[in-house]
């Protein structure tokens, strides 16, 4: 990982885009700033509003600015270096005259960093809303001040209103107290054993010889003595060759292509592999890493044959694909786990072009983690379907844990660790690799298609130097190409982009992110390298520079969008709460979350707390969906439609709860539309089945439920997963 330093800020304060609007009202829309009926679930207002403080000498004088959401193809709008843009309105009320100040003639607002260096003009205000550029800083400061014109380079008049971000409200409130650890607390419920903190690293599970290493911590944290002795309470697990003998080396994945009718054998099993000089043991499909891609016709129907050669039971779910149930994947929903050394056949159907992809449904947070993944390309028959390209790349997108020593940090044997976050990796693979090169042609298109398979890390992808064209996602194509400067994709989720090379030389694959310490309240930058692509001098044949700078129109996925948008203003018909519940933590880890608690940004982009959430448990943390309208909770849920219904769904991602997280919430066996994000609607859609829920946030997804049968909902983090955060539904 690299990291860059705060000049990104500064850089972000001159390179705003300017546009000042006075509008009447907010009544299209309500405010996220108003007060929300009880109950109501709406976004969070301590996220997403900030306050302005009047000056003691302007008594009546009040304001705020409102953080929204900027329309995007993603439920999160970031910069390509992972700073979250706001739509910003100030609402004021109040103001006198200026005039009555002295020779003032207008009010103005002003950005800031917290040490009000520099300072940029964002023009003039007055009572009632006004729109203000984008924001995009991490903390900032907005001031409004009388001044004798609207031109004025930087503040010198008087300061009516002031106010910090959110963001600000990180400080520690007793650094000392977590600095020394539970040592000093006395005895009592508040604290807990010294060995339930320190017990011996050296766990072992039972019957093998697997011990509990430490966790790679990040080198922009501030780790404190009582954070770094937590352990896990659970046994460990790593795979181990039947006998002690060695599994066979894992091969690179191969191309599949199938036609309907046609019969593939999968087989689940153990591989060794050699990353960054280590020799590892891990979970292969066909002895291969990534599991082969496989490549069908759309319509076709195919049987895929499971040998489960692994040391505990699996299956496979066929991710996206809208199939017969019975296939599904799903243990207790539509198939008993296929145990070491059982079979299972699947009869898959494609109904849908697109990009999928193949895991198991048993232990997500170890066997997928371990390797059993792999892609599913579905050609649609339309020789228009994508725009030109000079080739296609399909990349499966990994992050793997692996401590200091080179080895892969164990995993719980009969729990998941890691519940509260989930597994962050320290070494991110493309295509199972973790140094991915290619070679391109100089001015060639190169069509993206892009699957995150992490368990837990959302993704900030971009090509710096190179543009960019979103196309498709999940399920289909958008209705309208556009321009972006980065890719959110989230675990689970499948973005489709065309990148052209125009310039010789190395141009990178990159992730670019904004960890947060909250425990010192400073954000810091990352950039991790996935890959390169070496640029040739050699130039690209045919040249689609002219076709690469149009920006298409799918009139197919238009017109079957069409068919549902009598359905976009119809009330919600059900409502999930997403949060979370624990218990029995460790002194540290409850003291530390009380910390954390003052503020969560939307999406948490690197593993900030390693240990402390490496050592917590399924045991210890539950994570929740909930039913607002019955009380109900995860699998207690049990919806139930018929088949055709057109079905709104309005997720709330709970922001005043421990630790409040993003969530990417997947839907088996159907499709849906994301309509709106806070509250703003979406004005290019696409078919998708995983959507990313923010932290504070509400999304509304509306459902197509087109296929019968029991079916889940649930986080695609694994951990979160197998913490309890799932529920079923049925259409029947």
């Known amino acids: 990982m690299m990291y860059a330093s705060g000049s990104a800020i500064v850089a972000a304060l001159f390179g705003l885009t300017f546009w000042l609007a006075p509008i009447g009202s907010l009544s299209a829309q309500r405010s996220l700033c108003d007060p929300a009926p009880a109950g109501a679930l709406v976004p969070s207002r301590d996220l997403y509003c900030l306050s302005l403080v009047a000056s003691p000498d302007f008594v009546g004088v009040s304001g705020r600015v409102e953080l929204g959401r900027l329309p995007g193809p993603f439920t999160i709008a970031v910069t390509a270096d992972g700073r979250i843009r706001y739509a910003a309105t100030i609402r004021i009320a109040g103001l006198p005259e200026p005039s009555s100040l002295g020779r003032y003639t207008t009010y103005v607002a002003w950005l800031a960093t917290p040490v009000m260096y520099p300072v940029v003009r964002l023009g003039a205000v007055k009572n009632g809303d006004t729109k203000l550029p984008e924001i995009a800083l991490d903390k900032f400061v907005v001031l409004v001040t009388a001044e004798r014109s609207a031109m004025v380079k930087e503040p010198g008049g008087r300061i009516v209103l002031r106010g910090e971000s959110p963001s600000s409200r990180l400080q520690p409130p007793d650094l000392m107290r977590f600095a020394i650890g ?36 990040p080198p922009n944290l501030t780790m404190l003595p009582g954070e770094m002795a937590l352990r896990p309470t659970v046994a460990p697990y790593l795979p181990r060759g039947a006998g002690g003998a060695a599994p066979t080396e894992a091969r690179p994945y ?41 490549s069908v016709p759309q319509a076709a129907t195919v049987v895929v044959q499971l040998e489960n050669a692994l040391d505990q039971p699996t299956s496979i779910h066929w991710h996206g694909v809208r199939l017969d149930n019975r296939f599904d994947g799903v243990p207790r929903f539509t198939q008993e786990a296929v145990p070491p050394g059982g ?95 290619m070679a391109a042609k100089c001015g060639e298109v190169v069509r993206f298609l892009f699957t995150n398979v992490s368990n837990t890390r959302t993704l900030n992808l971009s090509f710096p130097g190179a543009k960019m064209k979103l196309v498709g996602s999940d399920a289909g194509n958008y209705e309208h190409e556009q321009w972006v ?83 976009f203003d119809k009330p919600v018909d059900h409502s999930l709460l997403l ?48 039913d607002p309208d019955t009380g109900k909770e995860n699998m207690d849920i049990d919806w139930t439609f018929h088949r ?83 529920m079923g539904f049925t259409v029947n």
């Not at 994508?386 to 020593?405: C, H, Q």
């Not at 090379?501 to 190395?506: E, I, L, R, V, W």
């Not at 017109?559 to 359905?567: G, V």
Request: hydrophobic share 40%; aromatic share 10%.
């Open 182 to 217: 539970a040592a000093a607390v006395p005895a009592g419920k508040d604290s807990e054993p010294m060995e339930h903190m320190n017990h011996e690293v050296s766990m072992q599970s039972a019957g093998d010889s697997v011990r509990w290493t430490t966790v790679p911590m």
């Open 254 to 294: 191969q191309v599949v292509r199938l036609a309907d009718g046609d019969t593939l054998r999968l087989t689940a099993g153990m591989v060794t592999r050699t990353l960054k000089g280590h020799r590892v043991t891990m979970f292969g499909f066909n002895g291969q890493y990534p599991g082969p891609l496989i």
């Open 343 to 437: 079979h299972f056949t699947y009869h898959v159907h494609f109904p849908d072009a697109g990009i999928y992809w193949y895991h198991p449904h048993v232990r997500e947070d170890t066997q997928q983690e371990l390797g059993l993944y792999g892609n599913l390309f579905v050609h649609s028959p339309r020789r228009d379907y994508f725009g030109p390209a000079n080739r296609e790349e399909t990349l499966i997108l990994d992050d793997l844990l692996v401590g200091e020593d080179g080895q892969l940090v164990p995993f719980g044997k009969d729990q998941t660790t890691h519940a509260f976050m989930g597994r962050f990796g320290s070494l991110f693979l493309v295509n199972g690799e973790p140094d991915w090169r």
């Open 485 to 567: 400067e980065s890719v959110v994709i989230a675990p689970a989720e499948r973005y489709i982009v065309h990148v052209r090379f125009d310039k010789t030389g190395d141009v990178a694959l990159v992730n670019r992110v904004q960890g947060l310490d909250h425990l010192f309240s400073k954000f810091f930058y990352e950039t991790d390298t996935l890959g390169v692509i070496h640029v040739e001098k050699v130039p690209a044949k045919p040249d689609l520079a002219a076709a690469f700078r149009q920006l298409r129109t799918d009139t197919a996925a238009t017109a079957d969008i069409a068919r549902y948008r009598r359905y």
């Open 579 to 626: 949060t979370i519940e624990a218990h029995d933590l460790p002194f540290v880890s409850r003291q530390l979350m009380l910390l954390d608690s003052a503020y969560f940004v939307p999406v948490e982009w690197t593993g900030t707390m390693p240990t402390m959430n490496w050592a917590s448990s399924s045991d210890e943390v539950r994570w929740v969906l909930r």
């Open 644 to 726: 055709g219904d057109v079905v709104k769904l309005h997720l709330a991602n709970e922001r005043r709860s421990m630790h409040a997280m993003q969530h990417p919430i997947h839907l088996h066996g159907q499709r849906f539309l994301v309509l709106a994000v806070n509250g703003v609607r979406n004005d290019d859609l696409v078919w998708k089945d995983t959507a990313l829920i923010p932290a504070g946030s509400t999304v509304d997804l509306l459902v197509d439920l087109s296929n019968p049968g029991r079916w889940m909902l649930h986080c695609h983090i694994a951990e979160h997963l197998s913490a309890g955060m799932m």
